[in-house]
């Protein structure tokens, strides 16, 4: 009758180390999808912030080609009105 209780005691115990590992597993696993979800995310908003700056740098660029080229018309313009025209 000891020997059976021992027994018995023995299968609890394996059944409850097992149900801890497994409820060990299962959080490591949440745990490294919620990382990989945050690392995805914070990506996204690097790349998105990379997109937006050279979006605006060449915006920025466009405008001074613009203003560039103002410049050129400008001076010729005055050009030919000193030249008489």
Same mark, same amino acid.
């Given at each position: 009758m000891a020997e059976q209780k021992k027994i018995e005691a023995r299968i609890i115990e /394996? !059944?409850? $180390? !097992? /149900?801890?590992? @497994?409820? $060990?597993k299962d959080w490591e696993n949440k745990f490294d999808k919620e990382q $990989? !979800?945050? +690392? +995805?995310?914070? *990506? !996204? &908003?690097?790349? /998105?912030?990379l997109i937006k700056e050279k979006e605006e740098?060449?915006?920025?660029? @466009?405008? &001074? &080609?613009?203003?560039? *080229?103002?410049?050129i018309i400008e001076d010729?313009?005055?050009? +030919?009105e000193n030249e008489g025209y």
């Open positions: /394996d !059944k409850r $180390i !097992k /149900d801890e590992e @497994q409820r $060990i $990989i !979800k945050k +690392e +995805e995310e914070l *990506i !996204k &908003k690097f790349n /998105d912030r740098a060449q915006k920025v660029v @466009q405008f &001074k &080609k613009e203003e560039s *080229i103002e410049k010729e313009t005055k050009k +030919e």
